[in-house]
């Protein structure tokens, strides 16, 4: 079992950055490809990024590559989602997730454990 739970979130303005966070705790942190997804309300959940276990592969949504980074710290099981230059289409609840498998993928169905997810709100 993994437990994740995020931090971060908020209410910004067009243009402004936050720093997501996920702590995990439970199973071996290390092994396992995390991602971060988002919804909208009234939408599907979708993929914003993912990142290998040891950190080596990246991988982003097109809207996310040169506006977010994501990046992890083994030692401290967490895993960060940089968001730069906000925009309010990028209003949503922000969920971190974990796989089994060290590999990343930008597939929902891909990742086992979720966390309850981090509002952020971003006025024009």
């Known amino acids: 079992?993994?437990?994740l739970v995020e931090s971060g979130g908020g209410l910004v303005q067009a243009g402004d950055s936050l720093r997501l966070s996920c702590a995990a705790s439970g199973r071996?942190?290390?092994?396992?490809?995390?991602?971060?997804f988002?919804?909208?309300?009234?939408?599907?959940?979708?993929?914003v990024a993912t990142i290998s276990s040891l950190s080596r592969f990246t991988e982003y949504a097109d809207y996310a590559?040169?506006?977010?980074?994501?990046?992890?710290?083994?030692?401290?099981?967490?895993?960060?989602?940089?968001?730069?230059?906000?925009?309010?289409?990028?209003?949503?609840?922000?969920?971190?997730a974990a796989r089994t498998s060290a590999v990343i993928s930008s597939i929902k169905g891909a990742y086992i454990y979720w966390g309850q997810g981090t509002q952020v709100t971003v006025s024009s």
């Open 65 to 96: 590559k040169g506006r977010f980074t994501i990046s992890r710290d083994n030692a401290k099981n967490t895993v960060y989602l940089q968001t730069n230059r906000l925009k309010p289409d990028d209003t949503a609840v922000y969920y971190c």
């Open 28 to 36: 071996t942190f290390s092994g396992s490809a995390m991602g971060w």
């Open 38 to 47: 988002r919804q909208a309300p009234g939408k599907e959940r979708e993929f």
């Open 1 to 3: 079992q993994v437990q």
